[in-house]
């Protein structure tokens, strides 16, 4: 059967809900049972039921199953938020005096984790460029963690996911694959060879920026393991989150075919323009992981990056993104309306970052909704035209000169 009928119709209890179409949504904290034999026969694991909505809820129950055959794994595990998945799948991986391989393009928040609480807890990080193929020489004897994440954050790098695992596997390293941009429907990092796979279904998943949600899968005692940390952490997703998640799976497949088709066309657009420098978007031909990423990920979805040619002032970049009308201001993706952010703005230290992965002051982060490209297309036409190039410096500013363009932001 063909995934979109499968999401629509596997596991479905509707029988046994009085018919109802949709899971119900158990609004209940606790579950009672109907004698004490029925409770001591579940807490000596002779039967299965619900207890407590931390450690499991019908309707969050439905959303699992619905993700682990999409990812072809044996269980899912949804938590409060894509963060709650990453912490818990991490700290179900290592513990004090372990180290893990993380790649540098991972999700600014996945390295604050590490930075911080991880190695707080003894735990410690080396980061590894994006186009490093060969890991030999950074892993240790006391490795424990290869943390990948493909296309990367911002930088979209593509990531040899393949290779990469086999070679944590070979040295008996759990591999973790952050899947959040390319959805299950694009790519299967389990048949990759990853072990745990985490989603903020936050993005495309739920689809509606109307909630926050996280999502694990693996296989075997791994995923008995990930369950029982998930709920020691209690980053438990709520019920009626659970209930929302399940409405826009429901449509992941017809909106990722029109995030698809929106987000090349817009891409393919602006690589023409003679204001932009570069497109970092996977599914064009000129992206330097294109290739590798076609042999592994079967779509693309709808969130790239662009680089314009060299301001006259940082004014100009305001007034680019303050004439924009459709796209709005905002962080997260994957929803139905489409978003912009300039990259580099906060720290240092997160410009020094983002530049050993290739972005500098003049890239922008876009997420193409399912508005007509038309429409989009034409917005960011005139708000181009009020973004002013500078015609001969057609190389990047010096960093001197690059500060004082900041200076506004
Ligand atoms: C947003 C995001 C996360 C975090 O998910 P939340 O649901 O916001 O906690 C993790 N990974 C990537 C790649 C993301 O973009």
């Not at 990812?71 to 991986?93: L, Q, V």
């Not at 596997?169 to 072990?195: C, F, K």
């Not at 890239?363 to 297309?377: A, M, Q, T």
Request: net charge negative.
């Amino acid at each position: 059967m063909h995934t979109s009928t499968r999401i629509i119709h596997e596991n479905e209890q509707r029988l046994e809900q009085h018919g109802a179409i949709n899971p119900p949504i158990y609004h209940a904290s606790l579950f009672a049972f109907p004698s004490m034999q029925a409770f001591l026969d579940f807490r000596a694991g002779r039967s299965e039921r619900f207890l407590y909505t931390r450690e499991g809820n019908p309707t969050i129950r439905a959303l699992e199953e619905k993700i682990a055959m999409l990812e072809g794994a044996d269980d899912c595990i949804a938590t409060a938020s894509g963060m709650g998945a990453i912490t818990a799948a991490i700290m179900a991986t290592v513990r004090a005096g372990d180290h893990a391989l993380v790649v540098d393009s991972c999700y600014g928040p996945t390295r604050e984790f590490l930075d911080d609480l991880m190695a707080g807890l003894g735990v410690e990080t080396t980061y590894f460029h994006p186009e490093q193929r060969d890991l030999s020489s950074y892993f240790r004897d006391n490795t424990r963690l290869l943390y990948l994440e493909s296309p990367g954050s911002l930088s979209f790098h593509i990531l040899d996911l393949p290779a990469l695992c086999r070679q944590a596997r070979e040295r008996g390293v759990a591999t973790i694959v952050d899947n959040s941009w390319a959805t299950p429907l694009y790519q299967q990092p389990h048949d990759l060879g990853a072990d745990i796979v985490v989603h903020s279904g936050t993005k495309y998943i739920a689809g509606h920026s109307d909630l926050v949600l996280g999502l694990i899968t693996a296989n075997g005692e791994r995923a008995e393991r990930l369950r029982e940390v998930a709920i020691l952490l209690g980053a438990t997703l709520g019920p009626a989150e659970a209930f929302l998640a399940l409405r826009g799976l429901r449509t992941l497949p017809i909106r990722m075919e029109k995030h698809q088709k929106n987000g090349l066309a817009v891409a393919h657009w602006l690589e023409q323009h003679p204001k932009v420098r570069r497109v970092m978007h996977p599914g064009l031909p000129s992206f330097p992981g294109h290739q590798l990423a076609r042999q592994q990920m079967s779509g693309w979805s709808s969130l790239f990056s662009f680089e314009l040619l060299p301001p006259g002032t940082p004014e100009q970049r305001h007034r680019f993104m303050d004439g924009l009308k459709l796209f709005s201001i905002g962080v997260s993706w994957g929803g139905y309306e489409s978003l912009i952010i300039p990259l580099l703005y906060e720290n240092e230290s997160k410009r020094a970052r983002l530049s050993r992965i290739g972005l500098n002051d003049d890239c922008y982060r876009i997420s193409i909704g399912l508005e007509n490209p038309d429409d989009l297309i034409a917005d960011l036409a005139q708000a181009l035209e009020r973004y002013e190039t500078c015609n001969h410096c057609q190389e990047p500013p010096s960093p001197t000169q690059r500060d004082s363009l900041t200076q506004l932001e």
